[in-house]
């Protein structure tokens, strides 16, 4: 069965407390890896797409990777504007454009 | 700016009477999403479209219905809500295996 996995499920950082954030997958053929924030009461932001093993993404003080398992979402010198839920979504080949969604990590940013 | 549109973005209704919430876009996709989120889990996919053809989740209650008049608009009917389907309902685009972009969505109460 194809799942997505995201951990921690929360996470507290102090303002400038560079970290990363997990989403590991397990399914039959990984078309695309795409990352969403999303602030309470909004709906999702996309953020960036992964195709294959070993490419990377940067906006901003977010950097994504994708290895054959996993993808990161690190996050530097994180700023209070950056606290949303973190979701990690996953297409899978044969299943036309469906996402199928982790349940997101929740990142709260203090100074 | 082209964007999704959901309205309303908060909808109160009684038990069992129904409800119809809607969805414009302005990007031209010819795939169209609807997602049900309940707090602290994972967007759900419901059905979604691809230009008029329609594709529904196994899983998805006979209660929902949905229609697309057109490439810009697409409906969310709950014929008979329940108490468990208070949720707040996301409509999403995209072009066939893009990413996928989200509407701010629509919080339904049931009473």
């Known amino acids: 069965e194809d799942q997505v996995t995201q951990s921690p499920e929360a996470l507290r950082l102090q303002e400038g407390e560079s970290s990363s954030l997990n989403c590991s997958y397990t399914?039959?053929?990984?078309?695309?890896l795409f990352w969403y924030r999303q602030d309470p009461g909004k709906g999702p932001e996309f953020l960036f797409t992964l195709y294959s093993a070993g490419e990377e993404k940067e906006k901003e003080r977010l950097k994504a990777t994708l290895t054959k398992k996993e993808s990161f979402l690190h996050i530097t010198a994180p700023k209070p504007e950056d606290s949303a839920t973190y979701l990690c979504?996953?297409?899978?080949?044969?299943?036309?454009?469906?996402?199928?969604f982790g349940t997101g990590t929740r990142l709260q940013v203090t100074l | 700016d082209a964007m999704v549109i959901q309205n309303p973005r908060y909808q109160v209704t009684q038990f069992g009477k129904p409800v119809t919430l809607s969805c414009s876009q302005t990007l031209n996709h010819n795939v169209m999403y609807w997602y049900q989120q309940k707090s602290s889990q994972a967007p759900k996919l419901l059905f979604h479209y691809y230009d008029k053809d329609f594709n529904n989740e196994a899983d998805t209650p006979d209660n929902f219905q949905s229609r697309r008049p057109n490439t810009s608009f697409c409906f969310l009917d709950i014929r008979s809500p329940g108490l468990g389907d208070a949720a707040m309902y996301l409509c999403?685009?995209?072009?066939?295996?893009?990413?996928?972009?989200f509407g701010p969505g629509t919080r339904l109460t049931v009473l």
């Open positions: 999403a685009t995209s072009r066939i295996y893009n990413e996928q972009f």
């Open positions: 979504a996953v297409q899978i080949t044969g299943t036309a454009s469906k996402l199928t």
């Open positions: 399914v039959s053929g990984l078309r695309g």
